[in-house]
């Protein structure tokens, strides 16, 4: 079924038509993944918690596939100066939180935090809602193929400090991998890419992606990057 946008508010769907070859294994892993294989955090049985979605937005580069990224403001509330996908809590006019509402505000926000027109994304996949218990965001993350590069950049600098994009390669490159180390014990994947380290939620969901797509290379699990108590 072919699924399009409408900036109206009409509804959203998805689409696997005329993907690049090479994001084959990313569709499959979205339609076969279970919640647990991707974190043992997962969004409370009461329905409590804030529903919100990011975009996870692979393009072609010049050095091949790649990701889109933002680096988030430093004086904000939560998650203050992490790399993240753009992304947040749904809005109202979004619509329904269990149907097409993480789709539309997955884009509304990249949009809002990186300038994305949406009219050049192809959205194919929705992957398992997952929970972060810091914040108590319940996150959709909603899979896209840019397939009409726009420019972006950082449109509020009270939102964002930056926004960039990251070689896949880069990404399953051993010699860019870490685990980070937080002082309550709390341990998870990194990556050292672009002058940034992508950690927490972010780099959990990169990390389960590549693994399931069969991208992931042996890297050294004990190289470790210490965290304070301010992340």
Known sequence: ???????????????????????????????TVQPLQLSRFLPPENGSGRKSAVLILFGEGPRGPELLLMERAGSLRSHAGQSSFPGGALDPEDGDPQGDGPLRAALREAKEETGLDPAGVQLFGVLPALYIPVSRFVVTPVLGWWRVPTPVGVVDPNETARVFTVPVADLTDPANRATTVHPSGHRGPAFLVESALVWGFTAGVIDRLLHFAGWERPWDREKQVPLDWRS
């Open 1 to 31: 079924m072919t699924r399009t946008s409408d900036r109206q508010g009409g509804a959203m769907t998805l689409s696997k038509e005329g993907l690049p070859d090479w994001l084959d294994p990313v569709v499959r892993a979205a339609e």
